[in-house]
């Protein structure tokens, strides 16, 4: 059975730059506070789902003023996503750990429900198929797990609307893979997803509990 790596694509948390959609409800510096605040979970939790190795694959690289801020843990690896869309990007994520001999779990920092349990569950999962996914309600998939390095699923894709996850799944299913899709979950990146924020996240990061965020009314 091949090791699993899980991979973590993030841009440094710098105000202005990230979650960009956030900041007419957050302001630019709250917003990345928050981003800041999601990718030290989402390293948190993947090192504490003893999957495998752990790798953020930043943007730009962890040499750069940008990420003077950020303090990752020892036993996170570190590689520099490099140049391209979205989908060159994770391409070559896939592709240098596979042709290592390596399978991978490709996921980003935007899903504070994507926790160590269902870390754990999708690798069970990847041992059983080909292929596994968790889809976003958005559209788009918050975690994608891989054997073997497939272009076509990252080639000519129209990322950033609702019809990734659907339109992955039809590629999987055309290149004869078994995929494992299990349940959605929400990506927090614009205003009306702070609704799906965990309490104790929406006290920190939303003072005063505006009302786009309240989640009965």
């Not at 559209?139 to 129209?158: I, K, N, Q, R, T």
Request: proline fraction near 7%; glycine fraction near 6%.
């Amino acid at each position: 059975m091949k090791p699993i790596h899980i991979v973590i694509l993030a841009k440094a948390p710098q105000p202005g730059r990230v979650k960009t959609r956030l900041i007419p409800a957050l302001g630019a510096h709250r917003a990345a506070r928050l981003a800041h605040h999601m990718l030290q979970h989402t390293l948190q939790q993947a090192l504490q789902a003893q999957i495998g190795p752990v790798e953020l694959c930043a943007d730009p690289a962890l040499t750069e003023h940008a990420w003077s801020a950020v303090v990752l843990p020892a036993a996170i690896a570190v590689s520099e996503q490099g140049q391209g869309d979205l989908g060159r990007r994770l391409a070559q994520a896939v592709r240098q750990h596979t042709q290592a001999g390596a399978s991978v779990l490709l996921i980003g920092t935007d899903c504070p429900d994507l926790d160590a349990m269902t870390l754990q569950r999708s690798a069970q999962s990847l041992k059983e198929h080909d292929a596994v996914m968790i889809p976003a309600f958005d559209g788009g998939y918050v975690l994608l797990g891989l054997h073997e390095y497939h272009p076509s699923l990252f080639e000519d894709m129209a990322w950033s609307t609702p019809h990734v996850a659907h339109e992955t799944q039809a590629r999987l299913h055309a290149l004869d893979l078994s995929l494992a899709i299990l349940p959605k979950l929400h990506d927090i990146d614009e205003s009306a997803d702070l609704t799906h924020l965990p309490e104790t996240w929406r006290d920190i990061f939303i003072p005063g509990e505006p009302s786009f965020c309240k989640k009965n009314g």
